[in-house]
């Protein structure tokens, strides 16, 4: 309960600009909005959440292969209604389909050694972006990964 709004109703009170009965009812409902936390941030934190989980899905093709490509544009295209998941997704896809592309060349250049050191940097890169990605998501930003070529229009920061 706002301790500030609490004691100006009293100092009301106390002054009779309002009366008992009124004090009363702006306090029961002082008390009930801080017992239930508004839908709207609630429904922030979900988009939020969703949005964490969207990036860090990527990861889930180190455990069964093409999951990590599959499961992020399912997750997109599950809540692509709501505009910020929907920045989200085009900004993971994006991401993998520009990766999918690095990495072939990558490995069209392994028999010249620089194959292998784009490679590993690519590899760097996808991790680090992801979780950058994941904590931006946390807050409610959508990110552009950099290097990411813009197949989807993403308006993300």
């Known amino acids: 309960m706002d301790i500030e709004r ?30 239930q936390p508004s839908t709207a941030s609630e429904d922030a934190d979900k988009d939020n959440n969703f ?22 544009i399912i997750l997109w295209q599950s809540r692509k209604d709501n505009p910020l998941i929907d920045e989200q997704g085009r ?10 592309i ?26 680090i972006f992801v979780v950058i990605g994941a904590v931006k998501a946390g807050s409610g930003v959508a990110w552009k990964y950099p290097l990411s070529i813009p197949f989807f229009n993403v308006k993300a920061v």
């Open 6 to 35: 609490l004691e100006k109703l009293q100092d009301l009170r106390d002054k009779g600009i309002i009366t008992e009965e009124e004090f009363q009812a702006e306090r029961a409902k002082a008390i009930q909005a801080n017992a």
């Open 51 to 72: 949005g964490v989980i969207l990036h860090l899905s990527q990861f889930a093709g180190w455990v069964v292969p093409l999951l990590g490509f599959l499961l992020p």
């Open 91 to 100: 900004a993971v896809t994006n991401w993998l389909l520009s990766s999918i």
């Open 102 to 127: 690095y990495f072939a060349v990558s490995f069209v250049l392994t028999p010249f050694i620089i194959g292998f050191f784009m490679l590993f940097a690519l590899v760097l890169c996808n991790i």
